[in-house]
């Protein structure tokens, strides 16, 4: 709770975008900017993304996802999309897929404190 009540406190941390269903929320996704220098642009990436069982396939994150990518195509200063996904998540992988999201050549790798 303290790292979502962080983004409200300091909105440089990133953006919560959330959907709507039978008047609940039932979709989130964290937005955050990254510096790309090979583009000389900021990609966004999706983190935090969660759509509650009872409204998955109901087409929110869709909604969500082209209403961000319209964002990035209406602003010079952004070059795109990223998000990482469990390799076994296949429903996921195929929502990404049909989005026209592609899977790049890169593992990713990480050390957490």
Not at 54 to 65: D, I, K, P, V
Not at 81 to 92: D, G, I, K, S
């Amino acid at each position: 709770v303290k790292g979502v009540t962080a983004v409200f406190d300091d909105p440089t941390h990133g953006r919560y975008w959330v959907a709507e269903f039978d008047n609940a929320v039932a979709a989130v996704m964290l937005i955050i900017r990254e510096w790309s220098d090979w583009r000389n642009a900021d990609v966004l990436w999706i983190h935090s993304l969660y759509v509650i069982p009872e409204a998955r396939g109901r087409g929110l994150f869709t909604q969500m996802y082209n209403a961000l990518k319209q964002q990035v195509l209406d602003c010079p200063n952004l070059a795109g999309l990223r998000l990482y996904v469990e390799r076994n998540n296949a429903p996921a992988r195929r929502t990404y897929t049909n989005l026209g999201m592609t899977a790049n050549h890169y593992d990713l790798f990480e050390w957490l404190k």
